[in-house]
């Protein structure tokens, strides 16, 4: 097992967009537990109201649900990769690109998880889909970019770099592998695989198409 702690990408703009995504987060998961100390069914019912249900659908929960989380452990997971991979696609794209590549791959991962799992009453909730996006483009700019994880086997620790290209790829193939398994299974909750695959290979490529799309920065 591993997990990625920093890069050594150095980042060409002041990531404001990305500081500012992990802010919006870290403020509505602080609503959502003002919520649940209430001690009443509210941040439930908050879920189910802002979060995406698939059996039924609304389009404007594909946005929403970006936003919320399932825990704490479920946001700190999320931020932390994108506070890793974030500041370089935000310098690669420029802000005002990047703030609609991340809003696209996240409504592509909405719809990917969706599809694959029409009737579910589960709201899917999370920014994992669209960050997914975001390492896919990671993945196809900076292939070679040296990332340092905490290495587990076991009782051993210890802390390695590895190209992205290594550490990118097998989290693409573990979602991949998760997803593919979870087909025809009576799955309730959990992770939400195809959220993660949609929202990576959006990333890859709306990755190819903003380089094509000139957008005046601020």
């Known amino acids: 097992m591993f997990f990625p702690y920093k890069d050594d990408n150095p980042r060409v703009l002041v990531p404001f967009v990305t500081y500012s995504i992990i802010g919006m987060n870290v403020l509505i998961f602080l609503y959502q537990l003002s919520l649940a100390m209430s001690g009443s069914e509210a941040e439930v ?47 690669a794209l420029g802000h005002v690109r990047y703030a609609l590549f991340y809003i696209l791959c996240g409504l592509a ?6 599809l694959f799992n029409i009737d579910s009453m589960i709201p899917m909730v999370g920014a994992s889909g669209a960050i997914a996006g975001v390492l896919g ?20 620790f210890t802390t390695i770099r590895v190209p992205a290209i290594i550490v990118l790829g097998i989290w693409f193939l573990t979602q991949l592998t998760n997803g593919l398994g979870t087909l025809n299974l009576d799955t309730t909750g959990g992770v939400a695989w195809f959220a993660h695959i949609g929202g990576f290979i959006a990333g890859v490529g ?13």
């Open 206 to 218: 709306f990755n190819f198409i903003f380089q094509h799309i000139k957008i005046k920065e601020f």
């Open 137 to 156: 483009a990671y993945l196809i700019r900076y292939p070679h970019a040296q990332v340092h994880v905490f290495v587990f086997i076991f009782f051993f």
């Open 45 to 91: 019912s908050f879920i189910y109201l802002f979060g995406l249900v698939p059996a039924q659908f609304h389009i404007i929960n594909l946005f929403t649900s970006m936003f919320l989380h399932g825990g704490i452990a479920h946001l700190l997971g999320n931020m932390w990769f994108l506070w890793i991979f974030g500041d370089n696609v935000e310098s």
């Open 109 to 114: 991962a909405g719809l990917a998880q969706v």
